[in-house]
C-alpha cells in the first residue's frame, strides 16, 4: 500500500517481524498514527524464489533485497527473513508456548510468568489461527510426520501434532486481509515464502488490520540511525533511514513521538549499539546491551539417515510434530523439519551417492545398448525408475532440536560492523542429551544419525534461525536494557519488542512467546 510519509506521527514502529507488526496494529486500532519502517520489500505470491537463479539472488543484500538474511560468525551462522512481515515470511510455521519452568530462571523479571503472559499467548494464537496439521482434501499426513512419530514411540516417547498457522481449507478471502488463500499444497517450501499463501504470515494479519486502521507500512527504508529530540516525553525520537535498493542513496528521516524498534535480534542490537558505542545519540543505554545472546538450543540440519523406508523430507508443512524430551536439567524440544523442494534437488545433484551412481550406470548402459541395437525391444520401464532410485535423502528424516542453551554470547562492534563471541562449551551438556534421544529416534527407524556438516570437523559451528538477546527485559538497568513493558531504561517513549527482549532460551520455537511479549508491551504503549 503506498502513502505518503509525514513528518511526524504518534508511533514510529522499526520492522515489521512478530514484535513490529503486533504493536502497528494494536497502536493503529487505538487510533494512534503510525509509521513502520521495513528494510525489506513487499512480497508477492509470484515473487518468492523457486528457480536455481531466483535462489542465487534469494538471499539478502541491499542490492538484490532478497527473502533470506544469512549471517556467518566465528562460532555461529544465523539466518533470519527480510520483508514486509519479518521473519513469519520464512519460518516454519510453529505456534508453540514454553514450559512454565522457562520464567522461573531470575534473568527473566519478577512479574513474568507463564500463567501472566497466557492471554496474550492466546491473542496471538487466535489471530495466527494456529492449530494442529489437518490435512487438505484429498491428502495424508506427510510420510516425515508418521516416520517422526514411529521414532518417537519407538524410542518410548510421546509426539504431538503442533500448532502450526497454515490454513488447509478450501479457497477463501482471508478474514483479516481479504486476501485470497488456497489451502496448503505440501510443496514443502515454508522458508522460501508460501506461493498460494496458506501460511499465515503477519502481512495477512496483524499488518493488514494495522493498514486497515491508517497504519503506514514503508517498504525498503533501512534505518541507519536514532537520535532523541530533547526533551523525548514531549518530542520523540528522529529516526533516519536509506531507501534499500536506491541507486542515488536516496535517504529520509522521520519523528516518532514513541519509537518502538523491532528490527529483530541482530538488528535491533546492531542499531542500539551504534547509537550508543557509534552516534553517540543514546550514551545511557545500558551496559547489558548485546549480552545474554542465545541461539535458543538451536541444533539444525541433524538427522537419521537410511531410515528402514521411504521418508521424503519435502512433502507438507516444514514443521508439523514435536516431543518433549527435556531431561530435569534441561528442557529440550525436538521436532520434525522438511526442507523446500529445491534444497533438496539442489542437493541429490551435488552430493556424492554410490547407488546413484550404480544406478545411473546401469539405466545408462541398458539404453545405449537398445539404442544401437544390442538388445532386443523391452519394457524400459524398470530402467527409468531404476535411475531416479538411489536417492540420497528418500530415506533421511530430518530434525530441529531447541532447548535451554547457557545463553552466554555477547554482540559487539567490531569495526562498526555487528560480531557475536558465543560458544558451545557451558551448553554441552544439554547438546548431549539431546543428541542421546535423536540417536534413539535413529535406532528406531533402523538408521544411523547423522551429524549437521556445520558441527563437524573442521567448522565445529551452530546454525541457528532464532537468535535471542541482547536487549533483555530486566527489573534493573544493571540486568537488561528495558523494563517489562518493553520501555528502554533511561529513555521515555523508546521501546524494544523483538526476540532482543527474551532473557533466556525458550526451548521451543520463539515466535510465540515474542508475539505474547509484543501484546503485552502493546497495550501497555496504548495505555500511556
Same mark, same amino acid.
Given at each position: 500500500?503506498?502513502?505518503?510519509?509525514?513528518?511526524?506521527?504518534?508511533?514510529?514502529?522499526?520492522?515489521?517481524?512478530?514484535?513490529?507488526?503486533?504493536?502497528?496494529?494494536?497502536?493503529?486500532?487505538?487510533?494512534?498514527?503510525?509509521?513502520?519502517?521495513?528494510?525489506?520489500?513487499?512480497?508477492?505470491?509470484?515473487?518468492?524464489?523457486?528457480?536455481?537463479?531466483?535462489?542465487?539472488?534469494?538471499?539478502?543484500?541491499?542490492?538484490?533485497?532478497?527473502?533470506?538474511?544469512?549471517?556467518?560468525?566465528?562460532?555461529?551462522?544465523?539466518?533470519?527473513?527480510?520483508?514486509?512481515?519479518?521473519?513469519?515470511?520464512?519460518?516454519?510455521?510453529?505456534?508453540?508456548?514454553?514450559?512454565?519452568?522457562?520464567?522461573?530462571?531470575?534473568?527473566?523479571?519478577?512479574?513474568?510468568?507463564?500463567?501472566? $503472559?497466557?492471554?496474550?499467548?492466546?491473542?496471538?494464537?487466535?489471530?495466527?489461527?494456529?492449530?494442529?496439521?489437518?490435512?487438505?482434501?484429498?491428502?495424508?499426513?506427510? +510420510?516425515?510426520?508418521?516416520?517422526?512419530?514411529?521414532?518417537?514411540?519407538?524410542?518410548?516417547?510421546?509426539?504431538?501434532?503442533?500448532?502450526?498457522?497454515?490454513?488447509?481449507?478450501?479457497?477463501?478471502?482471508?478474514?483479516?486481509?481479504?486476501?485470497?488463500?488456497?489451502?496448503?499444497?505440501?510443496?514443502?517450501?515454508?522458508? +522460501?515464502?508460501?506461493?498460494?499463501?496458506?501460511?499465515?504470515?503477519?502481512?495477512?494479519?496483524?499488518?493488514?488490520?494495522?493498514?486497515?486502521?491508517?497504519?503506514?507500512?514503508?517498504?525498503?527504508?533501512?534505518?541507519?540511525?536514532?537520535?532523541?529530540?530533547?526533551?523525548?516525553?514531549?518530542?520523540?525520537?528522529?529516526?533516519?533511514?536509506?531507501?534499500?535498493?536506491?541507486?542515488?542513496?536516496?535517504?529520509?528521516?522521520?519523528?516518532?513521538?514513541?519509537?518502538?524498534?523491532?528490527?529483530?535480534? +541482530?538488528?535491533?542490537?546492531?542499531?542500539?549499539?551504534?547509537?550508543?558505542?557509534?552516534?553517540?545519540?543514546?550514551?545511557?543505554?545500558?551496559?547489558?546491551?548485546?549480552?545474554?545472546?542465545?541461539?535458543?538450543?538451536?541444533?539444525?540440519? *541433524?538427522?537419521?539417515?537410511?531410515?528402514?523406508?521411504? @521418508?521424503?523430507?519435502?512433502?507438507?508443512?516444514?514443521?508439523?510434530?514435536?516431543?518433549?524430551?527435556?531431561?530435569?536439567?534441561?528442557?529440550?524440544?525436538?521436532?520434525?523439519?522438511?526442507?523446500?523442494?529445491?534444497?533438496?534437488?539442489? $542437493?541429490?545433484?551435488?552430493?556424492?551417492? @554410490?547407488?546413484?551412481?550404480?544406478?545411473?550406470?546401469?539405466?545408462?548402459?541398458?539404453?545405449?545398448?537398445?539404442?544401437?541395437?544390442?538388445?532386443?525391444?523391452?519394457?524400459?520401464?524398470?530402467? $527409468?525408475?531404476?535411475?531416479?532410485?538411489?536417492?540420497?535423502?528418500?530415506?533421511? +528424516?530430518?530434525?530441529?532440536?531447541?532447548?535451554?542453551?547457557?545463553?552466554?554470547?555477547?554482540?559487539?562492534?567490531?569495526?562498526?560492523?555487528?560480531?557475536?563471541?558465543?560458544?558451545?562449551?557451558?551448553?554441552?551438556?544439554?547438546?548431549?542429551?539431546?543428541?542421546?534421544?535423536?540417536?534413539?529416534?535413529?535406532?528406531?527407524?533402523?538408521?544411523?544419525?547423522?551429524?549437521?556438516?556445520?558441527?563437524?570437523?573442521?567448522?565445529?559451528?551452530?546454525?541457528?534461525?532464532?537468535?535471542?538477546?541482547?536487549?533483555?527485559?530486566?527489573?534493573?538497568?544493571?540486568?537488561?536494557?528495558?523494563?517489562?513493558?518493553?520501555?528502554?531504561?533511561?529513555?521515555?517513549?523508546?521501546?524494544?519488542? *523483538?526476540?532482543?527482549?527474551?532473557?533466556?532460551?525458550?526451548?521451543?520455537?520463539?515466535?510465540?512467546?515474542?508475539?505474547?511479549?509484543?501484546?503485552?508491551?502493546?497495550?501497555?504503549?496504548?495505555?500511556?
Amino acid at each position: 500500500m503506498s502513502n505518503q510519509m509525514q513528518s511526524t506521527y504518534d508511533v514510529v514502529v522499526i520492522g515489521s517481524g512478530f514484535g513490529g507488526a503486533i504493536n502497528a496494529c494494536r497502536l493503529a486500532e487505538a487510533g494512534r498514527s503510525v509509521c513502520v519502517l521495513e528494510r525489506g520489500k513487499r512480497w508477492g505470491k509470484a515473487d518468492f524464489p523457486r528457480t536455481n537463479s531466483q535462489l542465487a539472488r534469494a538471499f539478502w543484500n541491499p542490492q538484490d533485497l532478497g527473502l533470506l538474511d544469512y549471517r556467518v560468525f566465528r562460532r555461529v551462522d544465523v539466518i533470519a527473513g527480510s520483508g514486509v512481515g519479518g521473519g513469519s515470511l520464512v519460518y516454519f510455521n510453529v505456534n508453540r508456548q514454553p514450559p512454565a519452568s522457562i520464567f522461573e530462571n531470575p534473568r527473566w523479571p519478577r512479574s513474568i510468568k507463564k500463567d501472566m $503472559l497466557q492471554p496474550y499467548y492466546e491473542m496471538s494464537r487466535a489471530m495466527l489461527e494456529a492449530k494442529p496439521l489437518e490435512p487438505p482434501a484429498e491428502r495424508d499426513f506427510p +510420510l516425515r510426520k508418521k516416520a517422526f512419530f514411529d521414532a518417537v514411540q519407538g524410542s518410548g516417547r510421546d509426539p504431538i501434532l503442533m500448532n502450526i498457522a497454515v490454513y488447509t481449507g478450501p479457497e477463501r478471502a482471508n478474514p483479516y486481509s481479504g486476501i485470497t488463500q488456497d489451502g496448503c499444497v505440501y510443496c514443502g517450501n515454508c522458508m +522460501l515464502g508460501c506461493h498460494v499463501h496458506a501460511k499465515n504470515t503477519l502481512d495477512l494479519n496483524y499488518l493488514a488490520v494495522a493498514e486497515k486502521n491508517g497504519a503506514h507500512v514503508f517498504s525498503l527504508r533501512e534505518v541507519e540511525r536514532i537520535e532523541p529530540i530533547e526533551p523525548v516525553e514531549q518530542n520523540g525520537y528522529r529516526v533516519h533511514f536509506k531507501v534499500s535498493g536506491s541507486a542515488a542513496g536516496e535517504r529520509g528521516s522521520v519523528i516518532g513521538k514513541k519509537l518502538i524498534v523491532a528490527g529483530g535480534t +541482530l538488528g535491533t542490537n546492531e542499531l542500539l549499539l551504534r547509537a550508543r558505542d557509534v552516534h553517540k545519540t543514546l550514551p545511557r543505554l545500558s551496559n547489558a546491551l548485546g549480552q545474554g545472546f542465545s541461539i535458543n538450543g538451536d541444533l539444525l540440519l *541433524d538427522g537419521t539417515d537410511k531410515a528402514n523406508r521411504v @521418508i521424503d523430507p519435502v512433502p507438507g508443512p516444514g514443521i508439523t510434530s514435536g516431543v518433549d524430551c527435556g531431561t530435569g536439567e534441561n528442557e529440550i524440544w525436538i521436532s520434525d523439519m522438511g526442507y523446500p523442494d529445491s534444497f533438496i534437488w539442489f $542437493l541429490e545433484g551435488t552430493l556424492p551417492s @554410490i547407488p546413484r551412481l550404480k544406478n545411473t550406470i546401469a539405466a545408462a548402459w541398458a539404453y545405449l545398448t537398445r539404442t544401437f541395437g544390442f538388445s532386443k525391444p523391452w519394457d524400459y520401464t524398470h530402467e $527409468l525408475n531404476r535411475f531416479f532410485a538411489g536417492s540420497a535423502s528418500a530415506h533421511y +528424516l530430518p530434525y530441529l532440536g531447541m532447548g535451554t542453551d547457557a545463553g552466554n554470547g555477547r554482540m559487539r562492534l567490531d569495526g562498526g560492523n555487528l560480531e557475536i563471541d558465543w560458544t558451545h562449551r557451558e551448553s554441552r551438556k544439554m547438546y548431549s542429551q539431546m543428541e542421546d534421544a535423536l540417536r534413539e529416534f535413529s535406532k528406531a527407524l533402523g538408521g544411523k544419525y547423522s551429524k549437521s556438516f556445520y558441527w563437524r570437523w573442521p567448522l565445529r559451528k551452530r546454525f541457528t534461525a532464532h537468535p535471542l538477546g541482547g536487549c533483555h527485559l530486566s527489573d534493573d538497568p544493571t540486568k537488561g536494557v528495558a523494563n517489562e513493558f518493553g520501555e528502554v531504561w533511561h529513555y521515555p517513549n523508546l521501546y524494544v519488542s *523483538d526476540g532482543s527482549v527474551v532473557p533466556t532460551a525458550v526451548s521451543v520455537g520463539p515466535s510465540a512467546t515474542i508475539a505474547a511479549l509484543a501484546e503485552r508491551i502493546a497495550e501497555h504503549t496504548v495505555k500511556s
